[in-house]
């Protein structure tokens, strides 16, 4: 029972030490009955207040992180409900709902044989000390999201996955301790996980053994590989995962190249060193300025480095750091130690980031430069350029490079000189020129802008423009400095207000090179997680797809071969437009005294002949419906096609003759060949009947079985009463009088008439166009193979005229 009260008495002790962390509610100043919307208030508060980009204290990065890790804890309920109830949470090391008791000593069966034995040796497993490093680095998976992923953008991270009695992770971990004092000064960051626990982190980072290396750099998990960790074998990973220009190496060669390519919108900084490799300390304040300053490495006691020491009075006996602007001859900042130390680098750094006149590229930029500043008598001011990426525009970015390089050393803190390109911010400026008092012509103007928040600002165009000429150039500089001051030192308000969307950024990478990278990264991912066992079904799933896409790759050659082919053998017309058609591939003949016999007197029994009727200028739009609506027909054997020319006498004088015998009645029809135009006539020459369309046919216009077909009544054939004004009209004939050509002209608009005995074209009041005219042929040729269309039967088929 005594050991039993001292183990739980233990296990509070460590609740309390492992869970004295600092209290979210003093953190953000509330009380613990505090509401959401008082949790809200609080952060936006003191996170304006505490944002590392305005409060300029040493403090506050730190501080800012604790805010929003507080502001997190209070905002999740669960995790809030925890800490009220236990003081726990969840971005505590090894602190689950699940009580971990290994961190106190287990029984060990062989304590007391080998404490008989006299013998001092132990089986030592203490991954549960509290003085374990393991755990004292140990991460949750919410932070690793929360915080190691955002953090990598610009600090890279080292995780080491373990778990509980794990040999060889006890074995690593003098080399996890060496590795943690080498890195972390340099601005690493280190952590641990522990495999067991964190199960989800695990499988998402493709862990799945321990003890495990991971370096995680801008969000993306690289893998350490190697089959045993040492600190050399560690290193040499960490080195090659930054990326390969990430420090330039700089000779005499490649100096003025280097330190005039600032007009990509960032500062050069020049390392001089002894060493023959990149150093990690200079590869990480790469990593984190790499956005803002290009890195360059000069390895002293060189022939062709040793004139770029010489022209900067650089001794080699210690190792020196330059800052650059836009000027290559002077640097704005340097510093000479024996071991430049990362802290030190780092502040230099910081300190010159912009350039004298840096460019707007980014919303970044802009957030740097022109801070947000709600209270008018503290407002800072950001002064912009306006120019284009035009070598003819470098006169007035110097002029104001010059004046800036002059009155920052007075007003530095409360007055940001910059310039943008107006034609890659155009939302910007469009924002800026929206107002009515605006300049016209923006190019060469400046604008003097103050943030109030984040979208809204206030601002004032300087009057005359920025003018470089020597007699306009001092009076420019005047009006700049009285307009700066006046805005500085009184309460008078800037004339226009807008609100502007974030500005483009133009360092962003093109799809093109998101593809590479990403395709990069893919490759580094399976070079990193496929192992040998898993590239065998990889490699066949591989295989497979390409066979399928291959396979339907040469299915696709090979249909278009065949169309192709099918093609050439084809027919070929000329359109309206003078382009050569090709027609599909239906064998379609002229129907006239030498094809009349095969095409209808000797047809077989079940064989039809579909005739379309046309004359030379409309054959050419016709023919290629025609070719449509009987395409799907091309494979029947029991069809053949053709086509009668009306502008031949003898094929119109057939026409009449068979129409005639199709009528109950003979008589003599006057017929206009232009009414013709686009009649198709379906022949079964062995059966001795033909069916008729056209778009003006009353079983074209009606519809089978409609009071204008015919029916047949006591076995003989006998025609319904047609509608008034319709009779024999749709075979192109009129009963009392000739139709003038000029009634119908191809492709021409046809005229409406009230007489009742116009044909039955013009009977209907729509107006109908030569293309129009077998738009109805697919439906009646439906009908046609149904049986349900009308049959106009014949005693004979007469002879072909002049024959």
Request: some cysteine; charged content about 25%; proline content about 5%.
């Amino acid at each position: 029972m005594r050991c039993t009260a001292c183990f739980l008495l233990l296990s509070t002790l460590l609740v309390c030490v492992l869970a004295r962390i600092k209290d979210p509610y003093s953190i953000l100043e509330l009380k613990k009955k505090a509401d959401t919307q008082d949790i809200k208030k609080a952060y936006k508060k003191l996170a304006k207040e505490w944002h590392p980009d305005k409060n300029k204290s040493p403090q506050a990065e730190a501080k800012f992180i604790e805010i929003n890790q507080a502001y997190e804890l209070l905002m999740d309920p669960e995790r809030r409900r925890l800490y009220d109830s236990t003081g726990q949470t969840d971005e505590q090391p090894n602190f689950r709902r699940q009580h971990d008791y290994s961190s106190f000593r287990r029984f060990d069966p062989f304590d007391d044989i080998f404490s008989n034995l006299g013998g001092s040796f132990r089986f030592n497993f203490k991954h549960g000390d509290g003085s374990n490093i393991y755990q004292k680095q140990s991460i949750t998976f919410k932070a690793y999201q929360n915080s190691v992923v955002q953090l990598s953008k610009k600090q890279p991270y080292l995780l080491l996955f373990y778990s509980d009695w794990c040999i060889a992770c006890a074995h690593i971990e003098p080399i996890w301790r060496r590795l943690y004092e080498e890195l972390e000064p340099i601005n690493f960051g280190m952590a641990t996980v522990h495999a067991g626990h964190e199960v989800e982190l695990a499988r998402k980072l493709g862990v799945n053994t321990v003890p495990y290396l991971v370096m995680v750099l801008d969000g993306h998990p690289y893998h350490y590989t190697e089959a045993s960790v040492s600190m050399v074998s560690s290193l040499d990973f960490i080195r090659t995962k930054f990326p390969h220009k990430l420090v330039l190496r700089v000779t005499e060669e490649s100096l003025e190249t280097f330190l005039g390519g600032w007009m990509d919108n960032k500062v050069r900084v020049l390392i001089f060193g002894r060493l023959d490799i990149i150093r990690l300390r200079y590869l990480t304040v790469g990593w984190e300025f790499r956005e803002r300053a290009v890195i360059g490495y000069v390895q002293m006691d060189r022939a062709d480095t040793d004139s770029i020491r010489t022209r900067y009075s650089v001794s080699n006996k210690v190792d020196t750091l330059l800052v650059f602007h836009e000027d290559l001859h002077t640097p704005v900042a340097s510093v000479a130690m024996t071991d430049l130390p990362y802290a030190t680098m780092k502040d230099i750094i910081e300190g010159n980031k912009f350039l004298v006149l840096p460019r707007l590229s980014s919303q970044n930029v802009f957030d740097a430069l022109c801070p947000v500043e709600s209270v008018r008598s503290r407002r800072r001011l950001c002064v912009v350029l306006v120019t284009q990426d035009d070598p003819t525009h470098d006169p007035s970015r110097a002029a104001l490079r010059e004046y800036a390089s002059l009155d920052q050393a007075r007003e530095r803190d409360r007055v940001r000189y910059a310039y943008l390109f107006r034609e890659k911010q155009v939302e910007f400026m469009n924002a800026l020129t929206a107002a009515s008092g605006s300049p016209l012509e923006t190019n060469h103007h400046i604008v003097i802008l103050w943030r109030k928040d984040q979208n809204h600002l206030k601002y004032e165009w300087l009057d005359g423009g920025w003018e470089v000429e020597p007699e306009k150039h001092n009076a420019s500089r005047e009006a700049l400095r009285a307009a700066v001051q006046r805005l500085l030192h009184s309460n008078q308000p800037m004339p226009f207000e807008t609100v502007v969307q974030e500005l483009f950024d133009e360092h962003a990478q093109g799809i093109v090179w998101r593809i590479i990278n990403k395709l990069v990264s893919v490759q580094d991912y399976f070079r990193e997680n496929v192992t040998q066992d898993d590239l065998v079904p990889a490699v066949s799933i591989f295989i497979t797809v390409l066979f399928i896409v291959a396979g339907g790759y040469v299915m696709s050659y090979l249909v278009k071969l065949e169309e192709e082919r099918v093609s050439q053998s084809g027919g070929v017309f000329v359109d309206p437009t003078g382009k050569l058609r090709v027609q599909p591939q239906l064998k379609v003949h002229e129907l006239r005294g030498e094809t009349y016999n095969g095409l209808v007197r000797m047809l077989k029994p079940g064989c039809r002949t579909l005739v379309m009727l046309c004359d030379s200028e409309s054959r050419s739009k016709l023919m290629p419906k025609f070719h449509k609506a009987c395409w799907p027909y091309r494979k029947n054997k029991t069809l053949m096609f053709s086509f009668l020319n009306i502008e031949r006498a003898s094929a119109m004088e057939w026409y009449k003759r068979i129409l005639i015998l199709g009528l109950p009645e003979p008589r003599d029809l006057n017929i206009n060949p232009k009414n013709t135009i686009g009649t198709v006539i379906a022949l079964n020459g062995h059966r001795k009947y033909y069916c008729l369309y056209h778009a003006k046919h009353p079983e074209s216009v009606f519809g089978a079985g409609s009071p204008a077909t015919s029916e047949a009544e006591g076995g003989g054939l006998r025609r319904r009463a047609p509608r008034s004004g319709i009779s024999g009209d749709f075979m192109g004939f009129s009963d009392n009088e000739t139709e003038s050509d000029s009634d119908i002209e191809s492709g021409d608009k046809r005229k409406d008439s009230a007489a009742s005995d116009k044909p039955l074209l013009n009977y209907y009041s729509n107006i109908l166009f030569e293309e129009q005219l077998l738009e109805g042929l697919t439906m009646w040729m439906d009908r046609l193979f149904e049986g349900s269309t009308f049959r106009y039967h014949i005693n004979y088929w007469p002879d072909w005229p002049g024959k």
